[in-house]
């Protein structure tokens, strides 16, 4: 799995590695509802399954996007993008800015497995009355 390739990357000991591997491929869980069990596997569709582990995977796309150029600058502080889990909000004073974000997300995305859904992606602009004018 990509997750623990980028551990090993971080170079986190590999005896904890496979702790968590084993840990992970052996989650399970039971539920009762109106007296029939339900079993499934504990482990997100994203194969993701938590924040701390959600952070492993886009630390360096944060990297990559403020070291871009591109994106919401307050001062000095790189203001572009803003994350939590697998929520991220992408912040551009320009259509072009905003495009070269998506961009190195999408190109990060198909290097990490990380696929984003467009249908439930949104754009809101301010001061251009016709967003597809960008």
């Given amino acids: 799995m990509v997750f623990f390739k980028k551990l090993m990357e971080k170079n986190v000991p590999v005896a904890f590695i496979r702790i968590l591997y084993n840990w992970y ?16 596997e504990m482990w997100s569709s994203s194969g ?17 996007l403020r070291h871009s150029s591109y994106g919401l600058h307050i001062g000095q502080l790189f203001a572009g993008c803003a994350f939590y889990a697998d929520d991220i909000a992408l912040l551009s004073a320009s259509c072009y800015g905003l495009q070269r974000l998506i961009n ?31």
Avoid: H, M
């Fill in 25 to 40: 491929n052996n989650l399970r869980c039971s539920v009762r509802w109106n007296n029939v069990i339900i079993c499934g």
């Fill in 48 to 64: 993701r399954g938590s924040v701390p582990i959600s952070i492993c995977y886009v630390d360096e796309l944060i990297t990559q």
């Fill in 104 to 134: 190195i997300c999408e190109k990060y995305g198909t290097e990490w497995d990380i696929r984003f859904n467009p249908t439930k992606s949104q754009l809101i602009n301010f001061g251009i009355p016709n967003p597809s004018a960008c």
